[in-house]
């Protein structure tokens, strides 16, 4: 047992050699030391992180006291504690024991051990942001494990995977996907940590170049290897908790927070304190920040500070970056005393920093914070952004968040004029990068509900300087802030799926690998700036990298102006819309902000706007109670037909609360609407869920549920015709389509086979996205009415069951199989989805019957990418099952603009979209009467009005659930 002991010591610690005479004290004490480092090793494997320093220092102490002439067990001791302590997020305690390690172990010259120090001091020179020296080391490491063969290979995969980390980091994303290629062909043969640790630097490697939704399918490919390992050396609670926090990160960098935030939750009960602890700590936080859980946000990165403060030296910049980010949480939760308080310490700390950037940032939050209490923090904010314009690149992401940031301070402080000027420098940035790198890359989707806010700074100073000679500026402003993050992501994803066969598919790559280059040098600027190393070369790339993708830009552009017109950011100013409308049309744009609201109205001779005291939450309640009225079962589609017989009451609706919202809205524009008979709508935020023909124009008489009251009501739909815009500029490339041919034909896919009781809900599983997605469908409630609605509409279009995909036959190979380009009339009776009402899912989708086993080319889910690589002609395209609220009644539209933005894009006129579900008998009349309408020349938006006016008069359709769920996208005509 003794010699056994003995053994063991000597290959983990590096003892005399076992020619060498040990004495009974040295035995004794390689014992001692045996059995302290496989303690050390079996709680380090178990998580326990605290046990696992308590054992190494033993260790340490014991050679120190015992065996000061073995430098190499004495280095093995250094090693082990340095790493363990590392964990622990000791960094500092841990690059003095590495770098001793490593240097006794260079003067002695073992080449395993010394490949083995250098990926150490590397991992945690990683960690300290001493990316330079940190890189070399690695890259050290790994060139002995393929050259020597005294060194075994006992990490390469997670070395190389590293190094690539490293080197995108540094800014060379070319080279870092380089690396991991030469990894990729051994996969199939690698065990399953190795291909861990490939999948975790492809992950990282995709974060860094800014592509958060394919490092989202790394990480999940991580945790889906990794299920399959028991917990010990090899995979640890930590590195598990690890993989769950990167996931969790890149979910909310696509402002998918609610996703998030359970996989911080568990990935905390793997940490065992530290940095990764605090680091899931912070995600944690802002995953509940997002959703407004501001004091549980707060509290989860006041828990972060505290791990730091017990591991690192106050100066540190962690501890200073950790003030930082609890005190913007604080401010944003309106505990703005605290807020001062804990960002004035950032500042304090941060300036005795070389680290321009965080101090800028900080002091910026802090002026903030000092307006909020009513004292003067605008003048600290415009120096903290004149700091900011010396440091970082002309119209750079934070210039402009920092820019519109320290305007709002303007306003709140009585200087519209300056906060205007401000704004406008602003907003000049923001369009200048929304060009060249998309506006997803100035403000990021985690950043989605910041966005409207901070465009709307020059919208506001522009209507307290100067409303009339201002508009044509706001109403320009405004159009950026109506970009949708569903409209935005389909523009992404219509870029990836370009032709990979021509030249524009070419040439749309090659903007895409300038992105993707911009991002990492970004990464690489702000991550000099931070250290305070010089970052003029990185600058000057990052310069020549913008003018390149102009001409990019301008090579697709002049490849094929329609696509360039879906994917780029632009807006149009009044004179440019009133060209596009006719005598008769007038466009209305509404946008939300916090504490008020924007309305445009824009004819072909006038236009007007007027900002109402309405903010987006108060909006946001009284639509969801409207939309109570209107679905208030949330149950499915399948309800009994109505009887001829009118009930002498029903269902209520609340038209008082549609009457305000009309008053607030519509009636102080209405004298530029007096001359249209057909109303463009671009609606943002909660109003987007909410049909304009169903608000009440006139104060309404008798009960909410007297049939013939609302029979009697002024509704809107009484006197316009109603079609919703994706946004202004869509106008253009509608208003360039070609009218109608009378060539006709029906396609019509629904009532999919699910097998489900309920509306959709996420999956908590984070393994197999498409396996999670498939048994997400199975769950959904059939729609077996929408049979019947089908071939009804069939029948009038004089189509047969030829023309029908029902039932099994409804699936997504079955749409994109189809030959759709001569169809007139393309109709979708099934579930319309919301991005995130399914796990993984990121963008809206319409469900089919899910597929046996999921592949690329059927998941069961027709997502709006995909829907945009259809080829269309169609006047009419026909969704019948669309939900635009959330499960809890929440409003969220904007995946309907998403949906509708890439059915456009494929070639559709215009779409008849339902707002939530709709009785069958309903759906029926109103799709077959606008249908219909249609084809005796009606322009699409006065066919639907004609539809609902007639359905409302029958007996028992009154009630505006059955009458105004459907509404026009496209431009009406």
């Not at 945790?223 to 399959?228: K, P, R, V, Y």
């Not at 509290?299 to 005190?327: I, K, M, N, W, Y």
């Not at 089908?790 to 409804?810: E, N």
Request: proline content about 5%; glycine content about 8%.
């Amino acid at each position: 047992m003794r010699l056994a002991a003995t053994m063991a010591v000597l290959m983990m610690l590096g003892a005399p050699a076992i020619g060498q005479e040990m004495t009974a004290t040295e035995e004794a004490a390689y014992t001692a030391l045996w059995q302290l480092t496989q303690q050390g090793q079996e709680l380090l494997a178990a998580g326990d992180l605290a046990g696992a320093e308590a054992a190494f220092a033993d260790v340490l102490a014991l050679v120190e006291r015992d065996l000061p002439d073995e430098a190499l067990t004495r280095a093995a001791a250094l090693h082990n504690l340095a790493a363990v302590r590392a964990d622990l997020g000791q960094f500092v305690q841990a690059e003095a024991m590495a770098r001793a390690a490593l240097d006794i172990r260079r003067r002695l010259g073992e080449a395993g051990a010394i490949a083995s120090s250098e990926r150490l001091l590397g991992t945690i020179l990683h960690d300290l942001g001493q990316l330079d020296e940190a890189r070399a080391l690695i890259e050290a490491s790994v060139v002995a494990q393929l050259n020597d063969a005294n060194v075994p290979r006992v990490s390469l995969e997670k070395d190389m995977a590293a190094l690539a980390e490293l080197t995108a980091l540094l800014g060379d994303p070319a080279a870092a996907m380089q690396i991991l290629g030469q990894l990729e062909p051994y996969l199939p043969q690698m065990t399953p940590s190795q291909a861990v640790a490939v999948y975790a630097g492809l992950g990282r490697v995709q974060s860094i170049m800014g592509r958060p939704e394919l490092a989202e399918a790394a990480y999940r490919q991580v945790l889906t290897l990794s299920a399959g390992l028991a917990f010990g050396a090899e995979w640890r609670p930590q590195d598990q908790a690890v993989a769950l926090g990167n996931l969790g990160t890149m979910l909310l960098r696509q402002g998918r927070a609610a996703e998030a935030e359970p996989l911080f939750r568990q990935a905390l009960t793997g940490a065992q304190g530290g940095a990764v602890a605090a680091n899931l700590l912070d995600g944690l936080g802002a995953a509940l920040a997002a959703q407004g859980v501001m004091q549980a946000a707060w509290q989860a990165q006041r828990q972060a500070l505290d791990l730091r403060l017990a591991a690192l030296p106050e100066d540190h910049p962690q501890v200073a970056a950790s003030f930082a980010t609890l005190g913007a949480t604080l401010l944003r939760a309106g505990e703005f005393a605290v807020a001062e308080q804990t960002l004035s310490r950032a500042v304090a700390l941060l300036a005795q920093r070389n680290d321009g950037l965080r101090l800028a940032r900080a002091a910026l939050a802090l002026g903030a914070a000092e307006a909020a209490l009513g004292k003067p923090g605008f003048a600290r904010a415009k120096a903290a952004l004149a700091d900011l314009q010396a440091i970082l690149p002309k119209d750079h992401p934070d210039l402009v968040r920092a820019g519109f940031s320290t305007a709002w301070l303007g306003l709140a402080e009585g200087q519209a004029p300056e906060a205007l000027s401000l704004a406008r420098v602003a907003l000049a940035g923001f369009a200048a990068q929304a060009g060249r790198v998309g506006a997803d890359a100035t403000i990021a989707a985690a950043q989605e509900p910041d966005m409207r806010r901070q465009v709307l700074a020059l919208v506001d100073a522009a209507y307290e300087v100067d409303p009339v000679g201002l508009m044509d500026e706001a109403f320009q402003a405004a159009q950026w802030a109506t970009a949708s993050k569903a409209a935005r992501a389909t523009r992404r994803m219509v870029a990836r799926f370009a032709s990979e066969d021509d030249a524009l598919g070419q040439v749309v790559r090659a903007k895409q690998d300038l992105v993707d280059l911009w991002s990492a040098k970004d990464a690489e600027l702000l991550e000099r700036l931070a250290r305070g190393a010089d970052s003029a070369a990185v600058q000057a790339e990052m310069a020549q990298i913008d003018a390149r993708i102009a001409q990019t830009e301008a090579a697709i552009l002049a490849a094929n102006p329609q696509y360039e017109a879906l994917v780029s950011e632009h807006v149009l100013t009044l004179a440019e819309t009133q060209a596009l409308l006719g005598p008769d049309e007038a466009l209305l744009m509404i946008v939300p902000a916090v504490d008020a609201s924007y309305v445009f109205v824009v004819s072909a001779t006038a236009a007007v706007w007027h900002r109402t005291d309405l903010g987006q939450e108060a909006m946001s309640l009284q639509i969801k109670a409207l939309r109570a009225d209107l679905d208030p079962s949330q149950q499915t589609r399948s309800a009994a037909a109505l009887t001829d017989d009118a009930p002498k009451t029903g269902p209520s609706f609340d038209r008082g609360t549609a009457f305000a919202l009309y008053q607030s809205l519509v009636a102080p524009v209405q004298p530029v609407l007096t001359e249209a008979s057909r109303v463009l709508v671009v609606a943002d935020g909660p109003i987007a869920s909410l049909p304009l023909a169903l608000l009440v124009g006139a104060q309404p008489q008798g009960d909410d549920g007297d049939p013939k009251a609302l029979t009697d009501t002024e509704w809107l739909a009484k006197r316009y015709a109603f079609a919703t815009l994706p946004g202004v500029q869509s106008l253009v490339g509608l208003r360039d389509r070609v009218a109608p041919s009378d060539r006709g034909g029906f396609a019509g896919f629904g009532a999919p086979d699910f097998g489900g009781t309920s509306q959709p809900v996420a999956l908590a599983g984070f393994f197999d996205g498409a396996l999670a997605r498939a048994a997400a469908l199975q769950g959904l409630a059939p729609l077996p009415a929408t049979r019947t609605e089908l071939r009804g509409l069939a029948r009038a279009l004089g189509a047969d069951a030829a023309d029908l995909r029902l039932g099994a036959d409804a699936t997504e190979a079955a749409v994109r199989g189809a030959d759709l380009s001569e169809v007139a009339v393309i109709a979708f009776a099934t579930h319309g989805l919301l991005a995130g009402e399914i796990t993984g899912l990121a963008e809206p989708a319409l469900a089919f019957t899910p597929p046996a086993v999921p592949s690329p080319l059927d998941d069961g889910l027709l997502t709006a990418s995909e829907a945009a690589r259809l080829k269309l002609r169609a006047d009419w395209v026909i969704l019948s099952a669309c939900n635009t609220a959330a499960a809890d009644g929440t409003p969220g539209a904007e995946g309907l603009s998403g949906l509708a933005q890439a059915f456009l894009y494929a070639g559709a006129r215009g779409l008849l979209v339902s707002h939530w579900p709709v009785r069958d008998d309903a759906a029926a009349a109103l799709t077959q009467a606008a249908v219909a309408a249609r084809g005796r020349g009606v322009g699409q938006a006065d066919a639907l009005r004609r539809s609902m006016l007639d359905l409302m008069q029958k007996p028992g359709m009154a009630h505006p659930m059955v009458w105004a769920p459907f509404v026009v996208v496209g431009d009406g005509r």
